[in-house]
């Protein structure tokens, strides 16, 4: 086997420069063809010589500080390396390091004399370049190439120059690979006759043969405390097929090490139970130079085995800088946080919430105008409404901007939600909630054969790091890291609540998805598999899941959509995890998110345990070490400071489902913090996260709208849940009885004459049904005389104005696939022809929220009437209605045409509607037509006139009043043409015999 380094001078010998590959190549064409005049051509080449007399003498210095995130090498995921630094033809190695990964050598390797067969100045413009590569020593066998970097040094011709170089850090490859990086630096003295060079480095104190790095060049030290919160480790996978039950961690930074206490078993309480560790190390007062922390877990098992599972490299200390207490800081002992009860183990267990609407509360419906428009509302005295139409998703599209969907929940003064774009942890103020500890990757390390690091599991923690008075006489000061919460596991009920996902990747063959949720929390697992919502990228769960957690033991939360299929598995379409521990454990109080406002009643109902007073209670005890008093039940006093529940609410309230002042108060102050009480708490939220699936990593599948919900038993029970299951229309059937049609334009029949065969055609847009009204045939001036009826039965969702339907997309669909449309009736009134297609005469199209109001007369009914006439006198408002509010409306609609774009009044519909929910319609019933049950009212024969009828069933109306009434005279002139001629013929049959009797006087 070539070592690498060998390939590449090989590699790199065999690589001529441009003058010599041409005499080459000459020469080589030369040998095959034995040409005269090419050897001539060879030989008439310019020659190229590079001649030195002598070399000049240069003496190097590679000062080797230290490394970083190098790769491992050995089995335990460790190395022990050394750098090899090659100069030209000369190479010196630094001692070897056992262990480790991030290296501190603090060595100087000095070449004495280097031969450079070239000009000083051309040197010192253009450096030759240094190889600086990193092997594990091996005890049996050759040392393994882990890398190698390259440098080129400082030039100095003259020695006595004062510039000094400066270390810096250089990337280690690996092939493609990165290998970590080195903090070098490197200087070439020319040895010229007179001058002298720097005096040697200090001798390590190690080592005599050894030199170190020089002052000047070395960092700069200073005493620096590290205050390490070791808190547990999570997810630990298993090593050389057993489960690491008793695990210690190991912190080593500047060459010192930090051990702490073994858990004795993980599976029931991950966290350490003397989580403070503390280091006084002499540290680089520049960040540049600081070294790396070192986190290596091991597991403690049996006959003394202490094998590393787990390592993690911190390679800059500078987030965790932080200013030292000052000596007089107050040491008061801080209530532990609610967590401080701990439980044995847990209850487990999980189920899907199934949330009861409660009792119906009257609220005050206001009238709505449209602002702006001609278009207007008809004004209305105040209604009431139940709340029912106001939910928590009307509180939910109020807030991303929906408004068309929330009726008046904007109006009646409620709050809304913060609905974040990103994940909850991600916002950037919250900062992903490591305020109390952070979450660290623990990996295996990466071999030599260049093996990927696996994730092993995770250790939480945090850091301190701040300046020590250089006098060690000096007392230090206080511990930042004290009072820490009780590290036990703490049993919680968590309520997942999702709300829909958006933009779905498909998984069936028809480009959608059939979604469902499935939670899980350690060993427990909850879906909502047999509600699966059919043919949809973009569902609307509105579902919430309920789960007792033990934390930190099952700490996340693994929210997973899932596509239904009926025959094999169910394909997963991406999942995404929530840290519940990170959440319980910050400051920023992300269990449950705060309201605006305190309500005990009303969609805004208060659902956490606590009450407003004492969250800020805790919360000043927490953080300004005070207890906040109360003056009345408007006023509190906080830190000297006054707070009132006027600053906070100007306006009155428009609703009634507020609750005490001093509450409202609390959590106004709660909502409104300012910047020296401390951090911003977490507020009433919905946080949209990203799915992704494991078989396709950092591709996005999608999102999910959601939030978490977090109850410590400790605290007490949690409170109500909140209702968000998706709105469920109502019954409604729409009854609309066809009186009369007045003015409708009359064709020109194969008789010649002005009449129309007249019937009305109505339906609800998204409904397939429509129905049609008898045949009002030879309308002679546009009437038509029809005492019909319809009936349409709807599903309606009053707080979105819409109708559901619900279809099967194909004859092959298992199932139906549901849409929401406005609801809009359509009328048509349409001639009838017997041997060609029918005639459409016109329409009108009425959205049952906002319709033209009726007239009474039919000489009144006009294109005026309708919201989209382009024809309307200027300045006139239309006169809107709601039939869901007024229930009945009777009388004239225009029906209109357009020809050439242009609406045409075709004619005028006299109708009744009315409009009555499911069990109104169940108690009163009516039939369709004019069948049984003929009430409501009762429907007539229409009286229509004799001269209605269809010819061709009645022979003798047709003649009466089509072949008589249009062709009378020419039937009596007919008649008398015929008489005159029969006469005419008579008299000339019987004249000549009549002329020669008389002529003869015969008798």
Known sequence: MVPEGEEEKKKGASDQPCFFSFAAKLEESTKEKKDDELMKAVMAAPRMFLICKKPSQFQMRAYVYQGRGLLAGDSNGLSDPFARVVFLNQSQATEKKKATLCPTWDQTLIFYSVDIYSDPRAIADNPPEIVV???????????????????????????????????????????????????????????????????????????????????????????????????????????????????????????????????????????????????????????????????????????????????????????????????????????????????????????????????????????????????????????????????????????????????????????????????????????????????????????????????????????????????????????????????????????????????????????????????????????????????????????????????????????????????????????????????????????????????????????????????????????????????????????????????????KPVHSHLGPANERLALHVLNHLPPEMGKSLVSEHVETRRLYNPLQPGIEQGKLQMWVDIFPSAIGPPGPPVDIKSRKPKKFELRVVIWNTKDVLDETSITGERMSDIYVKGWIRGLDEAQETDVHYRSLDGEGNFNWRFVFPMDYIPAEQCVVTKKREHFWSLDETERKVPPVAIFQVWDNDKFSPDDFLGTVEMNLESMPHPVTRSAKCSLDQLPNNVQRSGGSDVKLVSLFEQKRLKGFWPVYNEVNGTPQLTGKIEMEMELVTGSEAAEKPVGRARDDPNQHPKLDPPDRPATSFLWFTSPWKTCKFIVWRRFRWYFIGAIILILFILFLILFIYAIPGTAVKKLFGIQ
Not at 220 to 246: D, H, P, Y
Not at 463 to 477: E, I
């Open 133 to 651: 590569e990193v092997f594990d020593h091996d005890a049996c066998g050759v040392a393994e190439f882990l890398g190698r970097a390259r440098v080129t040094p400082l030039v100095k011709l003259d020695p006595s120059n004062p510039r000094q170089p400066m270390l810096q850090w250089y990337e280690v490859e690996k092939g493609s690979q990165s290998g970590g990086e080195l903090l070098l630096a490197f200087e070439l003295f020319l040895i010229a006759d007179g001058k002298e060079l720097p005096f040697e480095p200090p001798h390590s104190p190690e080592n005599n043969k050894l030199f170190m790095v020089p002052n000047g060049i070395r960092p700069e030290m200073t005493r620096t405390a590290i205050e390490v919160m070791c808190w547990g480790v999570r997810n630990m996978k298993r090593f050389q097929l057993a489960n690491v039950t008793s695990p210690s961690v190991e912190f080593e930074v500047g060459g010192v090490t930090r051990q702490s206490k073994v858990i004795r078993n993980a599976s029931r309480n991950p966290n350490f139970d003397e989580p403070i560790l503390f280091f006084d190390i002499l540290m680089p007062k520049e960040e540049l130079y600081a070294p790396p922390l070192n986190i290596r877990v091991r597991d403690n098992r049996q006959f003394g085995r202490k094998p590393l599972v787990g390592i993690y490299i911190v390679k800059s200390l500078e987030p965790f800088r932080c200013h030292p207490l000052p000596p007089n800081a107050e040491d008061d002992e801080i209530t532990p946080l609610p967590n401080a009860s701990p439980v044995q183990e847990s209850c487990g267990g999980a189920h899907v919430v199934d949330v009861c609407s409660g009792d119906k509360v009257p609220l005050q419906k206001k009238t709505a105008h449209l602002f702006g428009s001609q278009l207007k509302l008809a004004s209305k005295s105040p209604l009431d409404v139940w709340e029912e139409d106001i939910d928590w998703w009307s509180k939910f599209y109020a807030s991303v901007g929906e408004l068309d969907k929330c009726k008046q929940y904007v109006e009646l003064g409620y709050d809304k939600i913060q609905v974040y774009e990103s994940e909850l942890e991600n916002v950037p103020e919250f900062k992903e909630f490591s305020d109390f500890c952070h979450t660290f990757s623990l990996v295996r390390g990466k071999n030599i054969e260049n093996e990927e690091s696996s994730q092993i599991g995770e250790f939480k923690g945090t850091f301190c790091v701040y300046q020590l008075p250089g006098d060690p006489t000096v007392p230090p000061p206080p511990r930042i890291l004290k009072n820490l919460p009780h590290s036990g596991p703490v049993e919680c009920v968590v309520r997942v609540y999702i709300i829909r996902a958006i933009d779905l990747q498909p998984k069936d063959p028809n480009g959608l998805a059939d979604p469902y949720i499935l939670i899980k929390a350690g060993k427990a697992k909850v879906h909502n598999r047999d509600e699966y919502i059919p043919n949809t990228l973009n569902p609307i769960f509105g579902r919430v899941f309920e789960v007792k957690v033990t934390l930190p033991i099952e700490k996340d939360l693994v929210i997973r959509v899932k596509d239904y299929d009926v025959i094999g598995s169910d394909d997963t379409v991406g999942e995404t995890v929530v840290d519940l521990e990170n959440r319980y454990l910050t400051k920023y109080r992300a269990t449950v998110g705060l309201p605006r406002s305190y309500c005990e009643s009303g969609v805004c109902l208060w659902r956490d345990s606590q009450k407003p007073t004492d969250i800020l209670r805790k919360f000043c005890e927490d953080n300004l070490r005070s207890v906040p008093t109360f003056v009345d039940d408007n006023t509190v006093r906080i830190s000297g400071r006054t707070y009132t529940l006027a600053e906070y609410e100007t306006k």
